[in-house]
């Protein structure tokens, strides 16, 4: 396929969030009490939406969560930002996509504004066109509905574009959206999860993105 649009999940395909994220939970978990040393658990929050984290694995009721969410973003917006590692080969992947002119496009749960600092921390902002992320507030947080709000404000066209992504939550905004997908397994999803949704590329290297698109 000639690809022309490319959308890119922002933690786990791009950068390696681990650091930031899981500190960023434990200091939320310890506002409640709660010391969490099962780092396997706190990696799980890299991807889905944080208050949906905090409900599934921790019972928190959605008033809770809210307040779980918070906290997370007082350390997340002072340190955990940049708690934070761009993966090796990425700038080169995103460099030769803007050779071939590529549109590069983030679409990520991300809150938008820490999406735009992060970017701008690893100097990778311009090989992007747009940058799309949830808000703030909490609202516009499913990456189903971020897909769908880049496909129609920006005009694009489906069958020239394609999501790369980390998680199922990646694969099945996608695939809800009738867009081909990549999944990365060089991030935080297993192939297990991954398969299970059926992308049209599974992709075990970040060297190999190239050859897909």
Do not use: H, W
Request: with cysteine; net charge neutral.
């Amino acid at each position: 396929m000639n690809y022309i649009n490319v959308l890119f999940d922002l933690d786990g395909t791009l950068t390696d969030p681990c650091e930031g994220i899981t500190n960023s939970v434990k200091y939320s978990l310890e506002k409640f009490g709660i010391a969490e040393k099962d780092n396997g658990k706190l990696k799980l929050f890299i991807g889905p939406p944080l208050e949906k984290s905090f409900m599934e694995y921790y019972g928190f009721d959605k008033n809770t969560a809210q307040k779980a969410v918070k906290y997370y973003r007082e350390y997340f917006s002072e340190k955990g930002i940049y708690e934070n590692l761009l993966y090796e080969g990425i700038e080169n992947v995103l460099k030769e996509l803007n050779a071939q002119s590529k549109n590069c496009i983030i679409a990520t749960s991300k809150p938008e504004i820490f999406a735009i600092k992060i970017v701008r921390y690893f100097q990778i902002e311009k090989y992007f066109k747009y940058i799309v992320g949830s808000n703030i507030e909490g609202t516009f947080i499913e990456k189903e509905d971020i897909i769908k709000s880049v496909l129609e404000k920006y005009k694009l066209k489906n069958d020239v574009t394609i999501m790369v992504g980390d998680r199922k939550y990646d694969i099945i905004g996608a695939n809800k959206n009738r867009i081909n997908s990549i999944g990365v397994l060089y991030g935080y999803g297993t192939r297990e999860e991954l398969e299970k949704e059926k992308p049209t590329y599974l992709c075990n290297r970040v060297n190999e993105l190239l050859q897909l698109l």
